[in-house]
């Protein structure tokens, strides 16, 4: 005689699986931390398809109590433990996170659970509050795919739920982006030229012709300068940041890989306007006297005799293109108006 256990409809259960009272089905399993689990399902086969993706799971060593995480406090973890990236990246990183994704229901949600439509609805969610696709990517490659991934390598799940996700997101930017035309590039410089801003105008120029990265720009010194060959030797950045509460401080940061160190040619436009910025640095006495980590003569200084920040030329660039825009719409005419313009980054020309 069959000692076998089989169900109302005369199916033989398996082991940890029972038949309800209500028709329904239950299966009890011991997950990987030695904690006895219990999962329901309507029928037979659904209870079936639930134990054979446990069963993976435990194959493959992902347990539950790891995976019970929340995304907000592995970031952390994997904020602590990425060594590869610079501080100020680091802190680029953590500031996205605690504005777009901490305080949401996807930061609270346990690693287990998270799909890819739950990435989706949250990219979604920073578009809507105006964040552009250029910001969205660098959340998703800078904070949640290698934080997922990361969780993958470590056995917590099985799949990175980022993956191709980024492709979903539709619709008008809302950052354009840092490209000036050259009929803008001209008429962005004619206005400076000959407007309240000219004390900027060596800086800007040397901008455009260059396309180097703000912080190179701002931490550029005279000794990295050579007119003669017409060059100028790029091996750091200059940066503002926040070292601690309510305090900020210049740094120096060294770039991310070898081809950040490089000589960059010097248009005859640039190197007018280098030489323009060193005859107004003497004849308005705004030579640097600051020193920072060992660099000091810094090319491009404020009215403070400090060197200029990124954010201060952003808000130097914002006042331009208002005052620029405004004053085209004002006078009436055919000159089109100027693109908002990202510091961030670099300020690039465009061919048309």
Known sequence: MSNKRKDSKGRVLKKGESER????????????????????????????????????????????????????????????????????????????WENYIKNTRFGNMTLKDITKSDVILLLKSMSEKGLGKPSINTIVAGVL???????????????????????????????????????QQDNFLTYIKNSKYAYYYPLFVFMLETAL????????????????????????????NNVGKDACQYQILTPKSKSGVRNVPLSNAARDALMEQMKNQIEMDKKTEIEIDGYKDFVFSNRQNKPFITQTIGRILNRIVDDYNSDIKKFGGTIEPLPHIHPHGRVIIGTS
């Not at 005279?222 to 940066?239: A, S």
Request: net charge negative.
């Open 213 to 240: 990265r703000v912080g190179e720009v701002c931490g550029l010194t005279w000794d990295d300068v050579d007119l003669e060959h017409g060059f100028v030797n790029i091996t750091h950045q200059l940066q503002y």
């Open 21 to 96: 009272s209500n028709g329904s089905y239950m299966y009890r399993y011991t997950d990987l931390d030695g904690t006895r689990k219990t999962i329901y399902a309507q029928n037979l086969n659904e209870l079936r398809e639930q134990e054979k993706l446990i069963q993976r799971d435990i194959d493959d060593g992902i347990g539950y109590k790891a995976g019970a995480v929340t995304f907000n406090e592995y970031f952390e973890k994997y904020l602590e433990l990425k060594g590869s990236i610079s501080p100020s990246t680091k802190r680029n990183y953590k500031r996205s």
């Open 145 to 183: 795919s290698p934080c997922m991934k990361m969780a993958v390598e470590d056995n917590i799940i099985r799949s990175n739920p980022c993956i191709n996700c980024r492709k979903e997101i539709r619709g008008e930017d809302t950052e354009p982006e840092d490209v000036l035309t050259m009929v």
